[in-house]
Every structure is written in structure tokens, then in C-alpha cells.
């Protein structure tokens, strides 16, 4: 994608915001807006904001697993199995 094509400045929107909705929804990806020729914000479709969201609570996951594991916080499979199985016995057994 040739995002140098993307930038709108800020009187753009101001002025064509229906335009630029359509655009976005048209041609997926960023339109980087400006304001004294400075990126300013980035307008995505909803669809793709939704992506980004999932893609960055996946990423802070799997980095609290990676600290998690480095702290020595962690078990074996045969373990984590045996404790899950625990617990839901337990959960049942509560009902």
C-alpha cells in the first residue's frame, strides 16, 4: 500500500468527512491526517481498529507469559492439567 498518498490535511476532513468515510471503507487501510503539515491522527475503518485492538491485547499476553516465565513462574503441562481438572471438579461439585 503507497500510504504517501494518504494524507489528507485537517480542512479536508472538516470539509469532506462523507468523502473520507467512503474512501476508508473503499480502500482499507490508514488516512493520516495533518494539521500544519504535521501528522496529526490516523482515521482506519472500525473493522481494521477492531484488528489493531485484538492484535495488541494478544501481544500484552503473550509479553506477561514471556515475564511470567522468565520470573519462574510457570508449570509443566501434566501440572497446569492437573490443577484445571481440580478446579472444575471443585466448580462442580460447588453447583
Known amino acids: 500500500m503507497d ?18 468515510a467512503k474512501e476508508i471503507a473503499e480502500q482499507p487501510g490508514p488516512v493520516v491526517i495533518t494539521q500544519d503539515g504535521q501528522p496529526s491522527f490516523v482515521c482506519v475503518s472500525m473493522e481494521e481498529y477492531f484488528e489493531m485492538q485484538e492484535t495488541n491485547a494478544l501481544v500484552k499476553i503473550i509479553n506477561l507469559g514471556r515475564r511470567e516465565f522468565k520470573r519462574g513462574r510457570y508449570e509443566s503441562l501434566a501440572d ?10 471443585k466448580d462442580d461439585v460447588a453447583d
Open 80 to 89: 497446569a492439567r492437573t490443577s484445571l481438572d481440580a478446579t472444575i471438579l
Open 3 to 20: 500510504t504517501s498518498k494518504r494524507y489528507r490535511p485537517i480542512s479536508y476532513l472538516q470539509t469532506n468527512a462523507a468523502d473520507l
